[in-house]
C-alpha cells in the first residue's frame, strides 16, 4: 500500500510538472517574425518577449526538427510562458496571418463601421466611408462577425460584407414583388425597422405600420429617419440622437419622414436578416400608430384617439416612475 502512494504521488508530481511545463497560463502577444530572420534571432525575439524561457532549447527543437524552412513571416499570437515545444507546433500550424475579430451589429450606419475600421487598425476609416457614399453602400454592408487581416484596404472590406450581403440577403429579395416593393426600397423600410425594434418579436409588427402608411399615402413619422438626418451628435457621442425633439423633427432633409412623404431616398442604415425578413412577412394589423411603452416593447393602434390615449398612459407611468425613484418607492 505505501509503495502505490508513493508511485500515485509520483504520477501527481509528473502530471503537475508536465501542465506547468505545457499549459503554463500567461497573456497573449502578438509575435511577428520577419523576412529573412534566422532561428537565433526568432529565439531571441521569443526570450525578449517572455513567451519561452529557453533560447538553446527552441534552437535546439528547430534543429531537430528541420522546422526553420517551415517558418513563414507574419503574425502569429502566441502567450507568455510557453513550452518551446509548444512555440514550434503553433508556428508550424498557422499561417502567419493575423485575423482581428470584427463584429458590425446589427443598426450600424456606415460611419460606425468606419470609426471602429480605425480603432481596430483594420483599415482606414475615411476610405471606408469614401467607397460607402460613392458606391452607395448603405443597407448592404452586412452585419455579422468577421476575420479581417490588419490593414487591408477598404476595398477589401466592403467587398467582404458586400458578398456576405449577396450570400444571405440577394435570395430573399427575389420575393420582393409579395411586398409590392422594390428590393431597395425593401430595404430602406427593413433599416427602419432594424432601428425601431428591440424586441425581437415586434418586427413584424413595425413593418406592418409603416407599410401600411406607405399604402395609404401617410407620412412615415419615423424618429430613426431623422436621427439618420442629423447625424453625430457630440453631447451624446453617438451618430444616433438619444432623443428627439420637435425642433429635431422640422429639421430640411430628405431623410426627414416627418416633413417629406414616402419612402426616404436611402437605407439609414443596415439592417440585420430579420427585419429584411419582417418587411417581406409582415405581420397582418391595420395598425398604423405605435408608441414606446419605456420597456423596449411597443403599443400598436389603428385608431388615432386610441393612440393619443396610449400615449398618455405611457407619459404618466413614467412620471410614477420617475416620481418612485425620487422618494425611493
Request: glycine residues 6%.
Amino acid at each position: 500500500m505505501k509503495k502505490l502512494k508513493i508511485t500515485f504521488a509520483a504520477v501527481l508530481a509528473v502530471l503537475l510538472l508536465a501542465c506547468l511545463h505545457y499549459f503554463m497560463p500567461g497573456h497573449d502577444v502578438l509575435f511577428d517574425i520577419h523576412d529573412g530572420a534566422t532561428g537565433g534571432q526568432i529565439a531571441r525575439d521569443l526570450k525578449e518577449q517572455h513567451i519561452i524561457s529557453s533560447r538553446l532549447w527552441f534552437k535546439a527543437l528547430l534543429r531537430l526538427t528541420g522546422g526553420r524552412k517551415h517558418l513563414r513571416p507574419g503574425r502569429y499570437r502566441l502567450r507568455t510562458g510557453m513550452s518551446g515545444e509548444e512555440v514550434v507546433w503553433t508556428l508550424f500550424h498557422t499561417d502567419g496571418r493575423y485575423y482581428v475579430k470584427f463584429a458590425v451589429p446589427e443598426g450600424w450606419r456606415a460611419e460606425q463601421i468606419a470609426d471602429k475600421l480605425n480603432a481596430s487598425g483594420v483599415s482606414s476609416g475615411a476610405e471606408f466611408l469614401a467607397v460607402a457614399r460613392a458606391e452607395k453602400l448603405e443597407g448592404r454592408l452586412f452585419p455579422s462577425t468577421y476575420f479581417f487581416e490588419e490593414k487591408i484596404t477598404a476595398r477589401q472590406v466592403a467587398n467582404t460584407m458586400l458578398k456576405e450581403f449577396d450570400r444571405q440577403v440577394r435570395p430573399l429579395l427575389t420575393d420582393a414583388a409579395t411586398a409590392n416593393l422594390s428590393a431597395p426600397n425593401i430595404l430602406v423600410i427593413a433599416s427602419i425597422v432594424e432601428r425601431e425594434a428591440v424586441v425581437h418579436e415586434e418586427r413584424p409588427l413595425i413593418a406592418a405600420v409603416y407599410l401600411n402608411r406607405i399604402k395609404r399615402n401617410i407620412l412615415l413619422e419615423a424618429d430613426p429617419t431623422v436621427q439618420y438626418a442629423i447625424g453625430y451628435v457630440p453631447a451624446d457621442k453617438s451618430w444616433w440622437k438619444r432623443r428627439t425633439t420637435l425642433a429635431d423633427l422640422k429639421v430640411e432633409s430628405p431623410y426627414n419622414t416627418y416633413r417629406y412623404p414616402g419612402i426616404p431616398p436611402g437605407p439609414i442604415c443596415n439592417p440585420g436578416l430579420e427585419s429584411i425578413k419582417a418587411v417581406l412577412n409582415p405581420a397582418r394589423v391595420d395598425s398604423i400608430y405605435f408608441v414606446a411603452d419605456r420597456q423596449g416593447r411597443h403599443i400598436f393602434n389603428e385608431d388615432y384617439k386610441e393612440h393619443l390615449k396610449a400615449k398618455r398612459q405611457m407619459k404618466e407611468e413614467a412620471r410614477r416612475r420617475k416620481a418612485a425613484a425620487t422618494t425611493g418607492n
